[in-house]
């Protein structure tokens, strides 16, 4: 074989830096989760997302579990929360950060559904699509494209996940809703975020609502959760759902189960109570009632 020299050496040389630095490149970006507390970017479109995550120590090949954090916007510390579940269950944590600047109420609470405005948004705008672009996310690093997954909120991201429910369940084994300030009851006659009034028809038939309730969903209530707080939703049509959100998950949980009685729908909603525990996501997360509500019967 001829010798290289001069351009042919140089061009040999760079063509190696490239390809070792796209090999590197390459093997960064399938890099799994690191074990142990970490905080990773996520691509989301225009608007990336900053996720906490936790892979336990004795992490094997255990499912996702995405936390969606409260109003306070403190994703790390419900990632700390999860801990404890993460190390009592083996799963792997990622809790996203939906930040008030770019995701206030109706991009939060309502996930993006409706703007500030009324107007309804093309679904790829909703915030509820962010889930499954974490999922791909973490399957991608993890190389597990079959990883399943569970979804986990309190409070504000109660709420956002009770909404998530209903238009955009996605693969969700399960989808955890604890502790939720205001709920999307099955009627038409309740505005939305709080039922399907004034949205279209594509977005409030029943069709909808029958999918709505046979998805994958639990409540999560503490029987203390009794007090309003600075943050409680004292609006009158939050009101109407009762007078604290113990009420107002026990209503919610009551008119669907009886709307599906009814009409004879598939019914896939549970309730699980947890005894003396208010507003506290991390008393939520501990408590030995979680087990039930993550990884229970099906409803």
């Known amino acids: 074989m001829a010798e290289l020299t001069g351009w042919g050496l140089r061009s040999a040389r760079k063509i190696l830096c490239l390809t070792t630095f796209a090999f590197a ?31 336990p120590p004795t992490y094997r090949e255990g499912p996702l579990l995405i936390v969606c954090h409260g109003v306070g916007r403190n994703a790390e510390d419900y990632r700390n929360f999860a801990i404890t579940l993460a190390e009592r269950f083996k799963l792997l944590v990622v809790a996203p950060l939906f930040d008030k600047e770019r995701f206030p109420t109706w991009r939060y609470q309502r996930g993006g559904l409706v703007d500030a ?21 973490v399957r991608e690093l993890e190389a597990r494209p079959q990883l399943p997954y569970y ?21 969700a084994t399960r989808i955890v809703a604890a502790n939720p300030g205001s709920h999307l009851f099955p009627v038409r006659d309740q ?20 999918r709505f309730l046979a998805a994958p969903l639990t409540f999560y209530l503490g029987t203390g959760d009794v007090r309003p707080e600075p943050s409680f939703d004292d609006s009158p049509a939050a009101m109407r759902q009762g007078a604290h959100r113990l009420e107002r998950g026990r209503n919610c949980f009551a008119a669907a189960e ?3 009685r009814e009409k004879g729908w598939k019914f896939g909603w549970r309730k699980v109570e947890t005894p003396g525990i208010g507003h506290e996501a991390a008393f939520m997360f501990a408590a030995s009632e ?8 099906k409803g």
């Open 25 to 55: 490149v390459a093997v960064a970006k399938a890099a799994p989760l690191p074990v142990g507390s970490a905080r990773i970017e996520c691509p989301n479109g225009a608007e990336p997302l900053t996720l906490f995550t936790y892979k």
């Open 258 to 260: 009886a709307l599906a």
């Open 290 to 297: 979680v087990e039930d509500a993550l990884f229970g019967p």
């Open 117 to 137: 405005e009324g107007r309804v948004r093309p679904a790829a705008d909703w915030t509820y699509a962010a889930i499954p672009r974490i999922v791909e996310r």
């Open 191 to 210: 505005d939305f975020g709080y039922g399907f009034g004034g949205l279209p028809g594509e977005l409030s038939s029943d069709d909808v609502i029958r």
């Open 151 to 171: 979804l986990i909120g309190h409070s504000a991201g109660g709420q956002f996940l009770v909404r998530l429910a209903a238009f955009l369940p996605g693969e």
